[in-house]
């Protein structure tokens, strides 16, 4: 029952919708006990050769009065709680959704979509069931079992009611004890429901993959063991569950084998009739209901329970990037100022980032070169403060980065990823992504400057062809090129290129990065790359290696420096050598 | 139809299920004959006031055994059904499963991923309630109402025939009920659906939603959405109110009402038996409780029917993947669809049998022994929508152990080439052979055996590394894993990890660099020994010296193999026998590096602008 605590704050925010539909829902009750009488009073009447037909009218409308007052009022009940039950799905959604925006990407390393996707749809359908049917069966096994007791005691014999209900206490230690049992072992079946959930999630995005391979089968093994794991899960939970009602009926039989004991000795001893006996017996069976929804009630109270933990387990995360207090909401602008001391990723064993330092001035260009691993990435992701504890500084117009909001900081910037996303929309639509309300002629602009647009004019519906899961294939330089359009349209004042141009050839890139030279002037752009072509005409060139700053200058400078840089790109050059040969040979 | 399909998966389980009912039955007669006990004890030996010890002790001894067994049944049977549903449930997830592995990748091309998951496992939840407790609803309170209708006909029949009129009055508010809810719950599931979608698009895309700061515009698109849900269902609370219990339960009053006239008017024209008005108030009030139950089953029913639609839609779509069509089935089998496999189903149960079906299914299947290696294109015309050709009239050919390099711009048509070849499509005009055989009746289990891929968006599984390396079909040695690991240079990088080839990788490996990635997917590749390699622009994310050293790994792998490499660079490919130049979708220059710079065309401008920078911009 801890979960209706835990839920308080839902009841609070719709006690008007939870009052009403309680109340009606007691009305119903009592108005229930109106029709046995009405129906006594007429049989009686028949059975007497009392009844006048007046009397029969007048009883018989009374009863149909009731029959549809009744009607109305379940009807209204129904909504009230159930609409209120639903309300709390929604609100729950919503929170989850708001929160899973606010996670940086640590969390998302640490939580698979799966798993997430299973705690926004089942989990909070366990929890509406509670907050709905939950709330009705509690209310309305109460009203109905303290109605009948009430009825017992006062009117046939309080002793005899006494010992009935002995083995009662029995039922409310049983239902919890096996409601603690249920709470793992659901849990257990969530976390199975999950893994399969993130089985398949995972199997259709990499179908491609999979098919390539070869590795139908054993995906399809994989998925049939956790199929299986997740029935012999819910087999456990249902093994408990199964316990529930046999449980009350045992004890309610053993609660009319004492009434019918205790009674006979009652009658007997001539406190009480037979026919009192037999009525006792009859509101005896009427508490049966009541006791079979107090097993329900404890199964789904448990249920909630279990689902509410797994969601407010999330919705209790913290960010692991906020706001810090006083942070300026004002745009960024100026020169960029890097003075790193180290950067570890949160749970990794080694820095990604030791000593770096550089300064852009406005309109400057950054490239930062070096290997695999070097922490090239890492390094333009940073400004983007998708993870904290960097030691030292990194600053945009004097001001450290975390002296910004989040929304100001990132509005700032135009992100282009390693990694293409794109969403179920149009080929517009996604270009448009972080400024919905651009104008085509505005899309199309960035469209030109990224080098897509002769691609899109080719699709079945030009910028109106939905891409993304349900979408055209893109090839990857067209994903590519499309994230470029969708952070130029953005007329950031810092634009990162994170390895952007890999998927793209030779003469797009330089296409591209002209179309930046000629419309971007004053803004700043970081570009990453592993082709030295795509930063020769940096003005700040950054040679990593393992997270350290090897060298750092222009591209001029860094070729008579003779290092890392001028080793990279004399490689490169001999390459070019090596094929010049060939061409004259 | 969707309720005899699925009744028609119990079959295997008729056994259990009889005995489950069985149970069930005995269950119920003996927890009425308590009620039985009872009345006889009062009426032979509590009326008398006459207590002889033994039979007092048999009746009770009797009545408590009677409880017990009844207690023990019910355990029983809620068990056996709870079984049935979740075998049942497993069945048809491995089978819709198993399906939707060898659809065509068209169909994936269309279909959002969150559509597929929620069919997979959220719908194939919901059909569950149909085993679990409406089956046993329905059949147990039919027996019921049966019994009820025979009694009352015992005490009147004339009352009783009265009383018939309410079955067409039930039925006609079950159709009602159930007319309107499909179209309720169908709206329900399909903006559920929709929701779903957008949150696993949403939770994949996450980082670009926050860098973009569109947190607010798409916290808004699904609160829309949301609102939209709460609607739906509240229709169908609205729809369940109107029409369920509260119907149900006026009917029972409007009925008492009726029978009470009936009395009344008999009662004016002669006697009335009293006993019988007695039984009948009393199997009327008992004939209603059977029917609610049902009633407020139909709603669940209702749901496990759009649900239980919604996966044999999946099971039942034609878009198989190129030669994956089970085609070995007699061709009246494979016309009957589901069925069939219904019926068979029993089969699949057991680990394997799939695959000797799959395996079956591709007729024609090449001895691995004569694969050579000879790859023509002949002809090739290709459109991944049927409108927009992206390959025209390709042709070539690549002789065993060559290498043909593809180049062009991006969206050339090079990608399509390989997807082609690694039969995810259909041509639309033309064919392509293997080693003389055309493509179509290779198995492509078989194919894609000999096929090593590597591709431009490097895939990785959550679980380890050295199991993204191996995969879990088993074909693959530990050896094997690190001789390819070594072959492609990813020593160091495994060393630096804390657990080696050990370390978990989350999923898509999220937490690695794409170069990694990368390197990661080649070792998978080359951990295959593949015969025929396709290169997707297989180096466009390595830096130079990573990539030395993998050209020197390909460069060992490819000697006596067939290679198809798309290089961006091509310094990468200047040793290639054939280069093809594409250029929207067609061949428009082949020869070797040194013809293609003599002809003077597109392959020498690529080549000139990529080692002289930009100052060679033709």
């Known amino acids: 029952m801890k979960v209706f605590a835990d839920l308080l704050w839902f009841f609070r925010m719709e006690a008007k919708r939870y009052l009403w539909g309680v109340a009606t829902l007691v009305l119903v009750s009592l108005l229930l006990l109106v029709p046995p009488y009405l129906i006594g009073v007429m049989v009686d009447g028949i059975v007497d050769g009392t009844l006048t037909a007046g009397a029969l009218t007048r009883n018989l409308l009374l009863l149909a009065g009731c029959g549809l007052i009744m009607y109305v009022l379940r009807y209204v009940w129904r909504v009230l709680l159930y609409g209120a039950a639903a309300r709390l799905s929604q609100v729950l959604r919503g929170r989850l959704y708001a929160t899973l925006t606010r996670q940086s990407p640590v969390f998302y390393q640490r939580h698979r979509t799966g798993d997430l996707m299973a705690r926004a749809t089942n989990d909070i359908q366990a929890v509406e069931l509670t907050a709905g049917e939950g709330v009705l069966t509690l209310v309305d096994s109460l009203v109905m079992g303290l109605t009948v007791v009430a009825a017992m005691a006062s009117a046939i014999s309080w002793k005899l009611t006494l010992v009935a209900l002995l083995p009662m206490p029995f039922i409310a230690w049983s239902t919890s004890y096996y409601g603690n049992l249920l709470h793992v072992r659901f849990r257990d079946a969530q976390a199975a429901f999950s893994g399969l959930n993130d ?328 570009i990453s790359a592993h082709r030295l072509s795509a930063v020769e005409h940096a003005d700040v060139i950054l040679v990593l290696e393992d997270g350290r700053l090897v060298e750092r200058g222009t591209h001029r400078e860094l070729l008579e420096l003779g290092g890392r840089y001028a080793e990279m790109y004399e490689r490169q050059q001999l390459e070019s050598l090596v094929l010049k040969g060939g061409a004259s040979s | 139809m969707t309720i005899r399909r699925l009744i028609r998966y119990l079959r295997p389980h008729r056994l259990v299920l009889g005995a489950a009912f069985a149970l069930l039955l005995l269950g119920t007669a003996a927890d009425l004959a308590g009620p039985y006990l009872v009345s006889r004890f009062i009426d032979d030996y509590l009326t008398p006031r006459t207590f002889p010890k033994e039979a007092i002790l048999g009746f009770a001894g009797i009545y408590l055994t009677l409880h017990l067994a009844s207690v023990a049944f019910q355990y029983g049977q809620l068990l056996l059904f709870q079984r049935i549903a979740l075998r049942v449930i497993h069945r048809m997830r491995t089978e819709v499963f198993g399906k939707v592995q060898h659809l065509g990748l068209s169909f994936f091309d269309r279909t959002p991923a969150g559509t597929l998951v929620s069919r997979i496992t959220n719908d194939t939840e919901a059909v569950k309630d149909l085993y679990v407790s409406v089956l046993s609803t329905f059949v147990q309170n039919g027996v019921f109402l049966l019994g009820i209708f025979v009694a009352m006909f015992v005490l009147d029949w004339r009352l009783a025939s009265l009383c018939l009129v309410l079955l067409p009055v039930l039925y006609l508010l079950m159709r009602t009920f159930r007319t309107y809810s499909s179209r309720v719950y169908r709206v329900t599931r399909e903006k559920l659906g929709e929701l779903n979608g957008l949150l696993s698009e949403s939770l994949q895309g996450m980082n670009i939603i926050q860098a973009l700061r569109q947190e607010g515009r798409m916290i808004r698109r699904v609160e829309r959405l949301n609102e939209e849900i709460r609607g739906a269902f509240l229709r169908s609370v609205r729809l369940n109110g109107l029409l369920l219990r509260p119907a149900v339960d006026l009917l029972r009053i409007l009925t008492l009402m009726g029978v009470v006239s009936f009395f009344a008017g008999a009662s004016a024209s002669g006697a009335v038996k009293v006993g019988v008005l007695y039984a009948f108030l009393q199997y009327l009030d008992r004939f209603f409780e059977p029917v609610n139950t049902m009633m407020q089953r139909l709603a669940q029913l209702q749901q496990a029917l759009v649900a239980g639609e919604r996966v044999f839609q999946l099971l039942d779509t034609d878009e198989w993947a190129p030669g994956e069509k089970p085609g070995a089935l007699p061709a009246a089998e494979a016309a009957a669809g589901g069925e069939v496999r219904t019926a068979s189903g029993a089969g699949l149960d057991r680990p394997g049998a799939e695959t000797v079906r799959a395996e079956a299914a591709f007729p024609g299947v090449l001895p691995p022994a004569s694969a050579a290696g000879l790859i023509e294109f002949d002809r090739v015309t290709f459109s991944y929508d049927g409108r927009v050709d992206v390959l025209r009239d390709i042709s070539f050919t690549v002789r065993p152990g060559e290498t043909v390099a593809l180049v062009g711009h991006t969206g050339s048509g090079k990608s399509s080439i390989i997807q082609l070849l690694l039969h995810f499509y259909n041509v639309r005009s033309g064919e392509i052979r293997i080693d003389g055989v055309p493509l179509s009746r290779i198995g492509n289990d078989e194919l894609r055996a000999r096929i090593g891929l590597v591709q431009q968006d490097p895939f990785l599984f959550a679980g380890t590394v050295r199991s993204n390396i191996a995969l879990h079909d088993g074909a693959v040695t530990e050896e094997a894993v690190r001789e390819a690991v070594s072959l492609v240079q990813l020593e160091p990088f495994i060393r630096r990890l804390p657990r080696g080839l050990d370390e978990p990788v989350v999923e898509r490996g999220a937490a690695f660099s794409s170069g990694e990635r990368q390197l990661l997917s080649f070792a998978r590749t080359i951990a295959r020994r593949p015969g025929v390699l396709l290169l997707d622009e297989a180096t466009a994310n390595i830096d130079t010296e990573t990539e030395e050293a993998i050209q020197a790994a390909l460069t060992r792998m490819r000697a006596g193999r067939t290679t198809i490499a798309i290089a961006h660079r091509l310094s990468t490919i200047q040793d290639a026998n054939q280069i093809l130049v594409l250029h929207r979708g067609e061949i428009v220059e082949r020869g070797t590096h040194q013809e293609l710079l003599r002809q003077g065309g597109l392959y020498r401008a690529m080549y000139l602008l990529q080692q002289g920078g930009v100052a060679a911009k033709v």
Not at chain 1, 226 to 245: E, G, I, K, P, Y
Not at chain 1, 323 to 343: M, N, Q
Not at chain 1, 483 to 502: C, H, K, N
Not at chain 1, 509 to 524: H, M, N, P, V
Request: glycine content about 10%; overall charge negative.
């Open chain 1, 199 to 526: 089985k398949v999630q995972e199997t259709m995005t990499g179908m491609r993959v999979i098919k390539a391979f070869g590795q139908q089968e054993a995906e399809k093994e994989e998925f049939r063991k956790l199929s299986a794991r997740t029935a012999d899960a819910n087999m456990a939970v249902a093994r408990v569950d199964a316990l529930f009602d046999p449980t009350i009926s045992l004890i309610v039989g053993l609660s009319f084998f004492l009434a019918i004991a205790y009674g006979a000795k009652l009658v007997v001893d001539e406190e009480l009739t037979i026919g009192g006996l037999t009525q006792f017996t009859i509101y005896l069976g009427s508490l049966i209901w009541p006791m079979l929804a107090i097993g329900f009630l404890f199964n789904i109270v448990e249920r909630g329970r279990a689902s509410y933990g797994r969601i407010n387990e999330l919705l209790q995360t913290r960010p692991d990037v906020q706001d810090r207090p006083g942070a300026a909401h004002e745009a960024p602008r100026g020169a960029v100022e890097v003075d790193l001391r180290s950067f570890t990723y949160p749970g990794q064993p080694q820095p990604a980032l030791q000593n770096v330092r550089f300064r852009l001035e406005p309109g400057q260009t950054l490239g930062v070169v070096g290997r695999l691993g070097s922490g090239k990435s890492t390094l333009l992701r940073l400004f983007l403060r998708e993870f904290e504890g960097a030691d030292g500084l990194l600053a945009i117009g004097g001001r450290p980065l975390d002296g910004y909001t989040l929304d100001a900081l990132r509005g700032a910037i135009g992100y282009v990823p390693q990694e293409h996303v794109l969403f179920s929309a149009t080929v517009a639509e996604n270009i448009a992504f972080g400024r919905a309300e651009a104008s085509r002629a505005e899309i199309e602009a960035a469209a030109r400057a990224a080098e897509v647009h002769e691609d899109i004019v080719r699709f079945p519906d030009g910028y109106d062809t939905v891409v993304g899961e349900r979408g055209v294939t893109l090839s990857g330089g067209q994903k590519q090129r499309l994230s470029i359009a969708r952070a130029l349209l953005q007329q950031p004042a810092f634009l990162l290129l994170d390895d952007a141009l890999s998927a793209v050839d030779a003469r797009t890139e330089q296409a591209i990065l002209d179309a930046l030279r000629a419309g971007r002037t004053g803004c700043t752009t970081l």
